[in-house]
């Protein structure tokens, strides 16, 4: 994964959702499943475009799956990996 | 054969006192508790007038509706199951439908609950602390009413009906019985066992999460709802050995990446149900998990939790695959599956629709309307219904599923009919016209309303998701809304669902019309 500072992970991940839900406001700590369109399938295939994306991949067997499902939790998660890639 | 009418409660009590029957996060349920409560709720169910009229479980799943159920069981009432994440317009056409004598909910739901329930069913709450029950409204009923579901009920069910309500599905206690004979012999638990509790008590699955683990003397552990999506933490750290769920849950799991050899060691049985299981994600399954044998089940609601089974071959061979999907297989000895195809269509004769009968299958709905050619008798008597399945029987005699006689869908498992999602924005906006569909490819996936309007501005996405949400469970509001400036349409003229889905995944923009048609 590139350097990337936690506003930057913020930002990248913000562009991905907001290219695939309806125009509405994002809540960065709220859940992606409750408050947008995006239903199981959409959070799914959200997760792949990130991985992709960030060219990292997203331990679902570890990681508490709850913290997948919001813009904070997944930008904690992935600044997280940038670190440990980085050190 | 198993007597479930005062049988589970036996065992419950024939079982180690001190082994959990229930685990729910870090609450524990003993089979001893369990029965207490069980014991402690039929007590109070008892002062409810209300002859035989059923009990609603108006709860999460965990030891509280678990005890509920074998309550209603022990008094040969029906139980029917209600989400408190369902919009109160669905709450209350379900409660009209069945009038019962008693609502039991937890202290967890109460909450939500408050402003949905009428006043006119006595109400009872079971505390967090289980075994500390209180009436929130009189076991006395503010009105007598009477319900039209006997007491050879064990259960009813409510799936999406195309007449734009709920269609309830009355399962017999002796259809209850007929399936668990098979499942307790064929999927049963253990004492040390740790089975899943996967299926919202809605979905007609949860009668074997709940009813298996429990006869078997197993523990039953409910999974928190928001795992459900990703389930691969949960199966590892709680050790799951018995794991049932809807193949969406694998598939997800799939294409995430995490199906890697070996991460499931604890699991020794695995029950896929609802919906197409398709091989990929089933090989990558048992890679994940190889001490498991794995079982594709299938059977509509109608035909009581599952009818029919295939055992996928260890060895990995997938021989009977046909288009990519694992084999529904046979059903279940004593039932019956035919094959039934218009004579005239000069279709294959082994393709057709799937009828089944046998003392599985229901003989009707709870109300008559419902699909009244849904089921057909048979010269000797007996009842047929027809699934609406198109399948397909090989060589070897296994079916395989392949598609749908009409509009019905499967999302995660539950079906959904169009025809009511349509109604719910038809009746918001009577200028709006929709067809729904399912987009498998493409950038939207899930439930795709396509709407044509007649004039003037039309709706927002967000105005038609939020007035399906008024009225339909969260599975039933479409991901997408798309707006097109005609239908595509047939040679009859009629709307092409077929075309509407091809444009939709095919990402044509919205406003491109493809066909000079009118809306039929």
Request: proline share 6%; with cysteine.
């Amino acid at each position: 994964m590139n350097e990337r500072s936690e506003p930057e992970i913020r930002n990248a991940i913000r562009r991905i959702v907001g290219e695939r839900v309806d125009d509405v406001p994002l809540d960065d700590s709220a859940s992606l499943l409750a408050t947008t369109n995006l239903d199981s399938l959409g959070i799914i295939t959200l997760l792949v475009a990130i991985e992709e994306q960030f060219n990292v991949d997203i331990d679902v067997l570890t990681i508490d799956p709850e913290s997948l499902l919001s813009i904070s939790g997944l930008t904690r998660h992935l600044s997280a990996l940038a670190e440990s890639n980085g050190g | 054969m198993l007597v479930i009418a005062d049988a589970l409660i036996n065992v419950l009590a024939r079982h180690s006192p001190s082994d959990t029957a229930v685990e729910t996060g870090e609450q524990q349920t003993s089979y001893e508790q369990l029965l207490d409560l069980t014991l402690a709720i039929r007590e109070q169910i008892t002062r409810c007038p209300a002859g035989s009229a059923p009990v609603v479980v108006a709860d999460d799943p965990g030891a509280g509706a678990c005890a509920t159920i074998a309550a209603a069981q022990t008094l040969g009432r029906a139980y029917v199951p209600l989400s408190a994440n369902h919009p109160a317009t669905r709450i209350r056409q379900i409660l009209d439908a069945v009038e019962p004598a008693v609502i039991v909910q937890s202290d967890r739901t109460a909450a939500r609950m408050a402003d949905v329930l009428p006043a006119r069913y006595p109400l009872l709450t079971i505390s967090q602390q289980l075994g500390n029950l209180s009436w929130a409204r009189s076991p006395e009923p503010a009105e007598s009413c009477v319900s039209q579901i006997g007491s050879d009920i064990a259960y009813v069910m409510f799936t999406s009906g195309t007449t734009g309500r709920p269609k309830g599905v009355p399962v017999k206690a002796k259809s209850l019985t007929a399936y668990l004979d098979v499942a307790t012999k064929r999927f049963g638990v253990r004492p040390g066992d740790r089975a899943s509790h996967f299926f919202e008590l809605t979905f007609d699955l949860s009668v074997h999460d709940i009813f298996v683990t429990l006869l078997g003397g197993g523990t039953l552990v409910v999974i928190p709802a928001e795992q459900r999506l990703l389930p691969g933490r949960f199966i590892r750290e709680k050790e799951i050995s018995h794991w049932f769920s809807v193949p969406s849950a694998a598939d997800s799991l799939h294409r995430v990446g995490a199906l890697r050899p070996g991460v499931f060691p604890h699991l020794r049985q695995t029950l896929f149900c609802g919906e197409p299981l398709r091989w990929p994600v089933a090989e990558a399954w048992q890679a994940a998990a190889p001490h498991s044998r794995i079982v594709n089940l299938y059977g509509p609601t109608e035909a009581t939790i599952a009818i029919s089974e295939y055992v996928l071959p260890r060895d990995g061979s997938r021989s009977n695959g046909l288009y990519g999907i694992v084999p529904i297989g046979q059903v279940f000895e004593g039932q019956r599956g035919g094959v039934f195809s218009e004579p005239d269509a000069g279709a294959q004769p082994n393709r057709g629709e799937l009828w089944l009968s046998g003392s599985q299958v229901i003989s009707g709905y709870l109300d008559p309307r419902d699909g009244p050619k849904a089921f057909a008798a048979d010269p000797d008597g007996s009842t047929w219904y027809r699934t609406g399945d198109v399948v397909e029987r090989d060589g070897d005699g296994l079916f395989h599923f392949v598609g749908r006689v009409d509009h019905q869908l499967k999302i995660s498992g539950y079906r959904v009919e169009p025809a009511e999602i349509e109604d719910a924005i038809h009746r918001a906006f009577p200028d709006c016209r929709s067809v729904v569909v399912r987009c498998d490819r493409g950038k939207r996936l899930g439930l795709v309303a396509a709407i044509v309007r007649a004039g003037g501005d039309g709706p927002a996405a967000s105005d038609i998701r939020e007035a399906c949400a008024t009225s339909l469970p969260a599975y039933m509001i479409p991901a997408h809304v798309v707006e097109l400036v005609s239908w595509p349409v047939n040679a009859n003229g009629k709307i092409d669902r077929a075309a509407v889905r091809r444009q939709l995944e095919d990402e044509i923009a919205a406003d491109v019309v493809a066909g000079q048609g009118a809306v039929s």
